[in-house]
């Protein structure tokens, strides 16, 4: 029960986000914004999701990230924990989900790949021109 209430507390403070919905999701809720998945609630803790630019704000004030178990190995992705003292601020609740919304909207990054070296002929032999 006290997950459904912090659930409704959470639900309050984003109100004026527009099409704001929320979804059961493995024991916890997923938070959308249309169609954007920014914000994990579990376990009575919001985590906001993160990208370069906002994560610092997070780790400079204690907040860990968002962990869960897969194939008896911990995973972390890239939500981490919304500070109590924004949790209680709406208006700063608001600033730091935009920017979580905006960091869901950024297309993933894919690594780059290196480029293969020039392949050279094995010792003893001459490439062929």
Do not use: C
């Amino acid at each position: 029960m006290a997950d459904e209430s912090f659930k409704e507390f959470v639900l309050d403070q984003l109100g004026p986000l527009p099409e704001l919905r929320v979804k059961a999701m493995f024991g916890g809720y997923g938070l959308y914004q249309a169609d954007r998945f920014f914000a994990i609630l579990m376990d009575g803790r919001l985590y906001f999701r993160t990208d370069e630019q906002t994560r610092a704000a997070y780790v400079e004030r204690g907040m860990g990230p968002f962990t869960y178990e897969k194939a008896r190995r911990t995973t972390t992705i890239n939500y981490f924990e919304v500070p109590p003292e924004v949790l209680e601020n709406r208006e700063q609740l608001a600033t730091w989900a935009s920017h979580a919304i905006h960091a869901a909207a950024a297309p993933p990054r894919t690594p780059t790949k290196r480029a293969k070296p020039p392949s050279r002929p094995p010792e003893g032999r001459k490439a062929r021109a």
